[in-house]
């Protein structure tokens, strides 16, 4: 089982953490930035395409990128690239369940804005569970992986970082979580390791079984196990 029992605080990234990669919808919205650059800058589509990613690595958003080196008006961006089809992501009952059951507040931390957030916890049953919703304007947009906003967070929630727990799927937005003495889960299905992430699943339920139902299989082992042996038994003292 792992042991939560030092947190009191869970924060969850929203898209592809608390729904999966596999809905499409990170391509539907990877696709409307894109239709968004072609049309506001008429460029090309494969111009458009490296200006998404080169303003992505150099400034950790797109929108930033473009509201940095053209002026973009961000909520406009936003309520462009957010206009997404949902019907291919389901709200999940047990996920509800042992949400619900946390030892603690829950609170979202997204790079999305706060209609998108509205719109699809509300689309995955789960709104009423959440303390608070921290967007992108809720931090002036400096978004994660900027410490700053990290900062913002806790200290208008009023937490300690080392009893809050941090889920995501992009593995840089952990870096800052685990150096201000957060527990960091990182929502993925890649293999790799890194020094700044304490839990890999491929899913946050997965994740929560593991902590309600006595199975510790998701840990990728970067923090001290409770059972060093196959069997399970401690070694004799
Ligand atoms: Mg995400």
Redesign the pocket.
Known sequence: MKNISHLDTFIF?????LYGADTGLMDQMHDRMGMYITRMMGVEAAVASEMRHRYWKQYGTTMAGLVAEHGVDPDHFMSYVHDLDLAGVDACARTRQYLEALPGRRIIFTNADNRHAERMLAHLGIRDLFEDVFDVTRVGFKSKPAIESYHQVLKTIGAEGSKCAMF???VENLRPAYDLGMTTIWVTDAQDTHDFVHHRTPNVLTWLEGVFEHDNSTSCGNEPRENENPQGRRHPA
């Open positions: 990234d929203l898209d592809n953490t995501e799927d992009s």
